[in-house]
């Protein structure tokens, strides 16, 4: 019995067949993070350039 056990954990630690998937979702986490890092910095402007243009538009009605 612990020689099947240990059989199993050997083969289980050699499988590299979701290797590739935990590779996509790491790098698919990282362009999240990087991207709401981002719109969290332009939130600001993006904010004022939104305001500066609904002024324009009141003022010049």
Same mark, same amino acid.
């Given at each position: 019995?612990?020689?099947?056990?240990?059989?199993?954990?050997? +083969?289980?630690?050699?499988?590299?067949?979701?290797?590739?998937? $935990?590779?996509? =979702?790491?790098?698919?986490?990282?362009?999240? &993070?990087? +991207?709401?890092?981002?719109?969290?910095?332009?939130?600001?402007? $993006?904010?004022? =350039?939104?305001?500066?243009?609904?002024?324009? &538009?009141?003022?010049?009605?």
């Amino acid at each position: 019995m612990t020689n099947r056990l240990k059989n199993m954990f050997v +083969a289980f630690a050699k499988d590299e067949s979701g290797q590739d998937l $935990i590779e996509y =979702a790491l790098v698919a986490g990282l362009i999240a &993070l990087g +991207a709401i890092t981002a719109m969290t910095g332009l939130s600001g402007k $993006i904010g004022n =350039a939104f305001n500066t243009v609904g002024n324009n &538009l009141t003022n010049n009605i």
